[in-house]
Nanobody, 119 residues
Framework: QVQLVESGGGLAQAGGSLTLSCAAS????????MGWYHQPPGKKRELVAE???????TYAGSVKGRFTLSRDNAKNTIYLQMNSLKPEDTAVYYC?????????????WGQGTLVTVSS
């Protein structure tokens, strides 16, 4: 199994920055990808950024050039650096991990952290 603990988030002004962290524990070698989704108020959950085991990073078009997803393998932690924040970035951000223990792909989600961007 994989466990995820998120930190970061909070309140920022438009144009400001915040950093989210997500630490994984458990069956680390089984993880194939980690990343972040967000769910704005009244909307569905959407992918923000993802990093694969090989290190390939993909971003949603709405955050490309403003957000940076990185990974510290020694700490089993991913970071989402969010710059040039916009009010529309306001959402609950969820860390997730895709992993496989040999019985098929599984997903693990963090508890979610609220990011609020004021105009």
């Amino acid at each position: 199994q994989v466990q995820l603990v998120e930190s970061g988030g909070g309140l920022a002004q438009a144009g400001g920055s915040l950093t989210l962290s997500c630490a994984a524990s458990g069956s680390i070698p089984s993880i194939s990808a980690m990343g972040w989704y967000h769910q704005p108020p009244g909307k569905k959950r959407e992918l923000v950024a993802e990093i694969t085991r090989a290190g390939r990073v993909t971003y949603a078009g709405s955050v490309k050039g403003r957000f940076t997803l990185s990974r510290d393998n020694a700490k089993n932690t991913i970071y989402l650096q969010m710059n040039s924040l916009k009010p529309e970035d306001t959402a609950v951000y969820y860390c997730y991990a895709e992993y496989n223990l040999g019985l098929g792909p599984l997903d693990q989600w963090g508890q979610g952290t609220l990011v609020t961007v004021s105009s």
